[in-house]
Every structure is written in C-alpha cells, then in structure tokens.
C-alpha cells in the first residue's frame, strides 16, 4: 500500500493536471489546521472539511469528491461527512476514533482506513455494502462482528489488535466473500501459566480458532504471525495448509501446489508419507516437461519443411509457432 504522503501527491498531481478540484490554497485565507486548533475540540466541521478539500486539491463541492484524506488530524469522531456521498475511498487513519458512526450517506464506500485509532467495536456499517476493504489495525476490538451487511467485504485487517478467543472470531463467518484476513499480533490461543494445564488449554484454544478458520471458504491470505496459535498448533504451517482447503498464503509466504500436496500427505501418513508424495509430485512434474520434448522436434521439422520451401513466419519473431516452441524448448530444459 503506497504511503500516505504518496496519495496525497498523486492526486493533487492528478487534479491539477485535469483541472479539477478545489482552488489552491490563498494567502490571507485561515487554514484547516487553525480551523481545527480555534475549535479547541479536534472535531470535523463543515467548514474544516470544506477548506481542507480545498488545500488538498480537492473539490469543494463535497458530493464530488470520491477521496477524503483525514489522517493524522487527532480527530475524536466521524462526523459532518453526511454530504460527502460520493466516497469511495476514506482514509481516517491515526486519529482518536473511539466508534464507526456517521457513515450512513456514504453507501459507495469501497475502502475505510482506520487504523491506528481507539475502535473497540466493529458496527454501523449496515449501509456500506458496497465496503470492499476494511483496515482496522491497530485499535481495540476484541470481537469479530457487525460484518454482515458487507457482502462484497475481501480484505480485512485487523493486525495489533486484542483478539483472544475461537468466540471472537466467529463474526468473520458472516462474511463469507472474505478472501484477505490479517490477524497477526493479537492473542489467539493464550492460555494463563506453564504447567501441563495450560498447554492443553492452549493446544484446545489453537483447535478452536482452526476450526473456525477452516469453514472461511474464500479464504486465499492469512496472517497468524505474532499469535501464541502458531506455538500451539503442531505442525503449524503444514495444519493451517490442510485447514484451509484454498489458502494461497500464510504469513507472507505462498503456497505452492507441492507445498500442500506434502502438507495433506503428512497429516494422512507422517514425514514417511510425505517423502513419497513429494518424489511423486517431481516425477509428475517430469514426466509433463518430458511430453513437451516430441512436440518441440515436430515444430522444430516444421520449420525446417517450412524453410525450405521458402515460408518465413512473421508476427513478430515467429508467431504461435515460436511461442509453443519456447514453451517446448522451456520443458525440456527443465528435463536436464
């Protein structure tokens, strides 16, 4: 994800190469920043929204906007954006934000960046359907819930943030489209203690969120790193890939067809069982790069035929007959 300052330059480049937006910012005129000191409140205004649309370049006609950059501005609440209906994108981040409110006008809303504030719930987004990413890392949720109404909702990251319990995962059920969850650095699977006790209650609070984890049908990226889980479960990685029928990353790291080909052998039939699959799934692998080798030598006669009856393949470099025979010539290569 490009910075913030990034953002920013980006689209005041954008807007003054168009033509659009707000006017530049004019000597003698009261900035945001002191609209926003005067009130002594660190609460958003009509009219602090108003002028800082219009230093950053954007416009001033508040249902025009589809982007509001309100980052860093030690805001207490969400408020006064009732006018802006044409957000799609909202960024909030490192703020005082204690609750998601005042959101009700803003039905197109694509993206919510709140991270880094004070949120201990997720609620009042019944009219974001439309919500495709929702960032709250960094605050104070417990619970999972409230992402019903997002239908569309892919990515959610919910990183550093004070997620405990199997129970507190169980509102991410009610959001089955759900393909990118962050959950890194929270406290799944602690258990109090060091005595035999409490591992098994740590090893049956890891089974717990697995189970939970695993009935996410969608679920392509996820991120556990920082959580006691990943100490509890064993075999950590090799368990979440059989888990998660369709995971395609954990913790940062891709997996690969051999990967969880492996993974399921192992937990069917031990390291044994996983040896073979392993030399089964190269030998597969081989045997598909061996059949590319005949048809490499028939494009290859082809040519030769082709020249000398004084054919020449253009299209840039040889055309679909070049490209199979990259592709060919790509298989046996790996054969040797």
Same mark, same amino acid.
């Given at each position: 994800m490009p910075t913030t300052v990034c953002a920013r330059d980006v689209l005041a480049r954008n807007m003054h190469a168009s033509g659009g937006g707000g006017a530049p910012r004019a000597w003698g005129r009261q900035t945001a920043d002191a609209l926003l000191r005067a009130s002594g409140?660190?609460?958003?205004?009509?009219?602090?929204?108003?002028?800082?649309?219009?230093?950053?370049?954007?416009?001033?006609?508040?249902d025009l906007n589809d982007q509001l950059y309100l980052q860093h501005l030690g805001l207490a609440r969400m408020e006064n954006l009732e006018e802006y209906t044409g957000l799609r994108t909202l960024w909030l981040e490192g703020n005082r934000v204690a609750a998601i409110e005042n959101l009700e006008t803003l039905t197109g809303l694509?993206?919510?960046?709140?991270?880094?504030?004070?949120?201990?719930?997720?609620?009042?987004?019944?009219?974001?359907?439309?919500?495709?990413?929702?960032?709250?890392?960094?605050?104070?949720?417990?619970?999972?819930?409230?992402?019903?109404?997002?239908?569309?909702?892919?990515t959610l990251n919910l990183a550093h943030n004070r997620v405990q319990t199997a129970a507190g995962l169980l509102g991410l059920l009610a959001c089955p489209s759900l393909e990118a969850v962050d959950l890194g650095h929270n406290d799944l699977g602690a258990a109090a203690g060091a005595n035999l006790e409490a591992a098994e209650a740590a090893a049956a609070a890891a089974a717990a969120v697995l189970a939970v984890l695993g009935k996410m049908e969608n679920l392509r990226v996820l991120t556990l790193a920082g959580n006691p889980v990943t100490q509890a479960v064993p075999n950590y990685?090799?368990?979440?890939?059989?888990?998660?029928?369709?995971?395609?990353?954990?913790?940062?790291?891709?997996?690969?067809?051999?990967?969880?080909?492996?993974?399921?052998?192992?937990?069917? *039939? %031990?390291?044994? &069982?996983?040896?073979? +699959? @392993?030399?089964?799934?190269?030998?597969?692998?081989?045997?598909?790069?061996?059949?590319?080798?005949?048809?490499?030598?028939?494009?290859?006669?082809?040519?030769?035929?082709?020249?000398?009856?004084?054919?020449?393949?253009?299209? *840039? %470099?040889?055309? &679909?007959?070049?490209? +199979? @025979?990259?592709?060919?010539?790509?298989?046996?290569?790996?054969?040797h």
């Open positions: 409140t660190s609460r958003l205004s009509k009219e602090f929204l108003k002028q800082h649309c219009r230093e950053e370049n954007l416009y001033t006609t508040p694509k993206a919510l960046h709140l991270q880094h504030n004070r949120i201990a719930a997720i609620g009042n987004l019944h009219r974001q359907g439309a919500l495709d990413t929702l960032n709250l890392a960094g605050n104070l949720v417990t619970s999972v819930a409230g992402l019903g109404p997002l239908r569309v909702l892919r990685r090799k368990t979440m890939i059989v888990a998660c029928k369709n995971l395609e990353c954990l913790d940062g790291r891709p997996i690969l067809p051999k990967e969880r080909v492996a993974a399921e052998a192992f937990m069917r *039939g %031990g390291k044994q &069982a996983e040896h073979a +699959a @392993r030399q089964a799934f190269a030998e597969a692998q081989r045997e598909a790069f061996a059949r590319g080798i005949p048809h490499l030598m028939e494009i290859q006669e082809q040519e030769r035929r082709d020249k000398a009856r004084g054919i020449v393949h253009g299209g *840039g %470099g040889g055309g &679909a007959n070049s490209l +199979a @025979r990259a592709r060919a010539q790509s298989c046996y290569e790996c054969t």
